[in-house]
């Protein structure tokens, strides 16, 4: 997928910073990183939970928005390939000891790109914004000042991702 999105990029940017959005957070995001050295780390990937199998690339870009490229699977594409489409839908027919294996990987070689779409799309440049280390007014941890919202982290705001225990 990552491959056939940089062939399809309007005028690649030989040499140049690709950049890149996943709709899913599952495997993808480890195709751009190897591929196109996209990280979230260089801030050239950005991991959307969407639930889509899909990904746009794009080349650098001043502007508000950058044409790029979309790739995504497409499941009207997909029942020509049987084996695949009962993995990738996760239908209980499917079971690995017997279906998968050498069959579904035989099935996704020889259908190449066959089950992929792509279009051309606008992709909305993120803008950068200059920001300068600031206290959480709850918590008193350290994060840039743009993300507090009235003086609290998102953390402090319900948006925590653990609960505190006693050591």
Same mark, same amino acid.
């Given at each position: 997928?990552?491959?056939?999105?940089?062939?399809?990029?309007?005028? +690649?940017?030989?040499?140049?910073?690709? #950049?890149?959005?996943?709709?899913?957070?599952?495997?993808?995001? *480890? $195709? &751009?990183? =190897?591929?196109?050295?996209?990280?979230? @780390?260089?801030?050239?990937?950005?991991?959307? !939970?969407?639930?889509?199998?899909?990904?746009?690339?794009?080349?650098?870009?001043?502007?508000? #928005?950058?044409?790029?490229?979309?790739?995504? =699977? *497409?499941?009207?594409?997909?029942?020509? #390939? +049987?084996?695949?489409?009962?993995?990738?839908?996760?239908? +209980?027919?499917?079971? !690995?000891?017997?279906? @998968?294996? %050498?069959? &579904? %990987?035989?099935?996704?070689?020889?259908?190449?790109?066959?089950?992929?779409?792509?279009?051309?799309?606008?992709?909305? =440049? !993120?803008?950068?914004? +200059?920001?300068?280390?600031? %206290?959480?007014?709850?918590? @008193?941890?350290? =994060?840039?000042?743009?993300?507090?919202? *009235? @003086? $609290?982290?998102?953390?402090?705001?319900?948006?925590? #991702?653990?609960?505190?225990?006693?050591?």
């Amino acid at each position: 997928m990552v491959d056939y999105a940089l062939e399809l990029l309007e005028s +690649p940017p030989r040499g140049k910073k690709i #950049y890149a959005v996943c709709e899913t957070t599952k495997c993808l995001p *480890d $195709a &751009l990183q =190897v591929i196109a050295h996209c990280t979230t @780390g260089n801030h050239r990937l950005r991991v959307l !939970p969407i639930g889509k199998f899909a990904l746009t690339v794009n080349g650098p870009a001043d502007a508000p #928005y950058v044409n790029g490229t979309r790739v995504f =699977v *497409d499941g009207a594409k997909i029942e020509r #390939y +049987p084996t695949f489409a009962l993995w990738y839908t996760k239908d +209980p027919l499917f079971d !690995p000891r017997t279906r @998968g294996g %050498i069959d &579904l %990987i035989d099935e996704v070689i020889d259908a190449g790109r066959d089950f992929l779409s792509c279009e051309r799309v606008r992709v909305k =440049v !993120p803008q950068k914004w +200059p920001w300068k280390s600031a %206290i959480c007014s709850i918590c @008193g941890e350290m =994060v840039p000042d743009n993300l507090l919202v *009235d @003086g $609290a982290c998102s953390d402090c705001r319900s948006q925590s #991702y653990y609960e505190k225990v006693a050591y």
